[in-house]
């Protein structure tokens, strides 16, 4: 096989690989781009790449193919082309090898975020039993949406211990002096459970902060 040969047939195995790397892409769902968006597939010696889509290496093993037909044209070393030869064929293997793992690559991602979900949650109630409200249900802590019920709830709760007090404060302020003290208890007791409400309500609204911006508190 002469030089022009060996770029024709290479150019025509990038032709039918490009065909294939094309479907590859299109069959993609958003799931499994989203997945794989950040995931490196290749070491740099093969491809500048990452992500799911496997296109942009199509144009970099023709780069490398243009590159040997400069070398032949040139008469480059022997050492050399045989180097740029043997780069082309890694690439080859390499890309065929990504499309066939993809489905393997997607599950491994998925494996990964359900670790870190699992991790999060395990600490998201171990931090809950530390904080001293473990009498808010645990299950409430890993919904987004039941945090929010529970944020209303104790909203509630805050308004009508805040009418007690009035009550009870308009009666200290108004009744014999024999009642006083059993009003003053009650007052007493109506704000220390004012304080436990508002406490819960701040460490919900925690809760709630750590759900919708996990990545901010991840730094933390």
């Given at each position: 096989?002469?030089?022009?040969?060996?770029?024709?047939?290479?150019?025509?195995?990038?032709?039918?690989?490009?065909?294939?790397?094309?479907?590859?892409?299109?069959?993609?769902?958003?799931?499994?781009?989203?997945?794989?968006?950040?995931?490196?597939?290749?070491?740099?010696?093969?491809?500048?790449?990452?992500?799911?889509?496997?296109?942009?290496?199509?144009?970099?093993?023709?780069?490398?193919?243009?590159?040997?037909?400069?070398?032949?044209?040139?008469?480059?070393?022997?050492?050399?082309?045989?180097?740029?030869?043997?780069?082309?064929?890694?690439?080859?293997?390499?890309?065929?090898?990504?499309?066939?793992?993809?489905?393997?690559?997607?599950?491994?991602?998925?494996?990964?975020?359900?670790?870190?979900?699992?991790?999060?949650?395990?600490?998201q109630s171990q931090r809950h039993q530390q904080s001293g409200f473990s009498w808010i249900?645990?299950?409430?802590?890993?919904?987004?949406?039941?945090?929010?019920?529970?944020?209303?709830?104790?909203?509630?709760?805050?308004?009508?211990?805040?009418?007690?007090?009035?009550?009870?404060?308009?009666?200290?302020?108004?009744?014999?002096?024999?009642?006083?003290?059993?009003?003053?208890?009650?007052?007493?007791?109506?704000?220390?459970?004012?304080?436990?409400?508002?406490?819960?309500?701040?460490?919900?609204?925690?809760?709630?902060?750590?759900?919708?911006?996990?990545?901010?508190?991840?730094?933390?």
């Open positions: 096989m002469n030089q022009q040969q060996l770029i024709a047939k290479l150019r025509m195995q990038l032709q039918l690989l490009e065909q294939q790397v094309l479907q590859h892409d299109a069959s993609l769902a958003a799931r499994e781009q989203k997945l794989l968006a950040h995931t490196e597939r290749f070491n740099d010696e093969l491809f500048h790449q990452h992500g799911a889509k496997l296109a942009p290496c199509v144009q970099q093993l023709r780069d490398s193919i243009n590159q040997l037909e400069r070398q032949l044209q040139r008469q480059i070393s022997a050492a050399t082309v045989t180097k740029t030869c043997e780069k082309i064929q890694d690439r080859f293997v390499a890309l065929k090898r990504a499309m066939a793992t993809t489905n393997i690559d997607v599950k491994e991602q998925q494996a990964q975020k359900l670790q870190k979900q699992r991790y999060f949650r395990q600490k249900a645990n299950q409430v802590m890993q919904s987004s949406h039941r945090l929010y019920q529970e944020l209303d709830k104790h909203l509630n709760w805050e308004k009508k211990i805040l009418l007690k007090i009035e009550q009870l404060q308009y009666q200290l302020d108004t009744c014999h002096s024999t009642a006083k003290i059993a009003i003053q208890n009650d007052l007493l007791s109506m704000h220390r459970r004012l304080g436990k409400c508002r406490q819960a309500i701040s460490y919900i609204e925690d809760r709630i902060q750590v759900f919708e911006h996990p990545q901010q508190n991840n730094r933390r």
